[in-house]
């Protein structure tokens, strides 16, 4: 019974970044074994184990065979006989398929530190094409790493597509992959990729359909937000700026899955940022009107996240936007109005809307900039 490190915290070392999870393959072992030793199953798909006092995870050498379509038909086997070799030949790339023993000798039979030299993605071997998600996470390897993709990888991934195996990803597979390639410092290659291989056109159709001067310029501003660390709302927001109608957005949004809180940033700059640019010609009802249909006495939080990303496509991804702070000085003394004061004095219920609506109208233009 042997055991090695493997997979991202192996890559991650020889990059250079730092190591998150210690991921371990181990080799010569049954299930029963481990257990024997004290570890703690948790696997459901193939057998993992927690380590008693490390509590990394320990998962059993094992193969993959492909059973079905998508990401999850394989039949999985994992026994004592199976070899780290063949462990390793059922990863995705080659920088992902190098192991470390306890002496810190490597063990790299694909040569996965080659192509990290020489910054290349490559598939480990054919079995990449039996898992469609691979694609999604060489696209958001592009966007991590700035590596360029091995045109024997890309030919695959095109293969790929055109057999349809992308068809079968769920929505929710798809945004996970699609949100951490959002998070990532330059997300915009991971779209590139995807639209490179075809894969966009077939997981996200509508930005594939607009991936035109406007998309490229959304992927620019993209980059910029993802530099300055905005949220993932935010990101997604500006990414699909580029749509045509706030019908797409929800389309796209709704084929993804994508939290309630990403869709919402995203229509309302869809809806708002001619609005919010010209803000400063506005009376103050219509500013008033504007930071209602906001809710953003409600939410100021979101509404500065709105701010931000109607600046940042107004600005190509800058920081000085002054609408943003001419609005933000009103929002303040908007919400600095006593409404539950000014119901009090008034005659019936019947009465409050307006007089509290005139209350944070006259804030407003007591203003002077």
Same mark, same amino acid.
Not at 192 to 212: N, S
Not at 282 to 300: E, H, Y
């Given at each position: ?137 060489? !696209? ?58 075809? !894969? ?13 001067? !406007? ?50 940033? !995203? ?103």
């Amino acid at each position: 019974m042997k055991s090695y490190l493997v997979g991202g915290c192996v890559r991650d070392k020889l990059l250079g970044l730092p190591q998150q999870d210690r991921d371990h393959v181990v080799v010569g072992a049954s299930a029963e074994q481990m257990e024997a030793l004290g570890y703690k199953p948790v696997g459901k798909d193939f057998p993992v184990f927690l380590h008693p006092q490390t509590h990394e995870e320990y998962a059993l050498a094992r193969t993959e065979r492909k059973s079905g379509h998508g990401y999850r038909g394989f039949t999985v086997y994992a026994a004592p006989d199976v070899t780290l070799e063949q462990d390793l030949a059922r990863r995705d790339l080659t920088l992902n398929a190098i192991a470390e023993d306890h002496d810190g000798r490597l063990i790299d039979p694909f040569g996965g530190q080659r192509d990290i030299e020489a910054g290349i993605l490559r598939h480990v071997s054919a079995a990449f094409a039996e898992d469609p998600v691979r694609i999604l996470r060489l !696209a958001r390897f592009v966007a991590r790493f700035g590596f360029r993709v091995a045109p024997e990888t890309m030919a695959l991934c095109r293969q790929m597509v055109d057999q349809g195996e992308v068809d079968h990803l769920v929505p929710e597979r798809v945004w996970q992959e699609v949100a951490k390639g959002l998070q990532e410092r330059r997300p915009s290659p991971m779209f590139r990729t995807l639209r490179e291989c075809g !894969a966009l056109a077939r997981l996200l159709p509508e930005l594939a359909q607009h991936f035109d001067s !406007a998309g490229e310029r959304a992927l620019r501003v993209l980059d910029a937000v993802a530099q300055a660390q905005a949220s993932l709302e935010i990101r997604f927001a500006v990414l699909v700026s580029a749509l045509p109608s706030v019908a797409a957005m929800e389309t796209l949004s709704q084929r993804l899955r994508a939290p309630n809180d990403c869709r919402d940033l !995203a229509v309302m700059g869809w809806r708002e940022r001619e609005a919010i640019a010209a803000a400063e010609s506005l009376d103050g009802a219509a500013v008033l009107d504007l930071l209602l249909r906001c809710d953003a006495l409600r939410k100021p939080a979101r509404f500065a996240d709105l701010l931000r990303v109607c600046g940042a496509l107004a600005t190509d991804g800058g920081h000085d936007y002054h609408p943003a702070d001419w609005l933000v000085r009103r929002l303040a003394a908007v919400a600095a109005v006593d409404g539950g004061a000014i119901a009090r004095t008034c005659a019936a219920p019947a009465d409050i809307p307006a007089a509290v609506r005139a209350a944070r109208l006259a804030a407003i233009e007591q203003l002077e900039d």
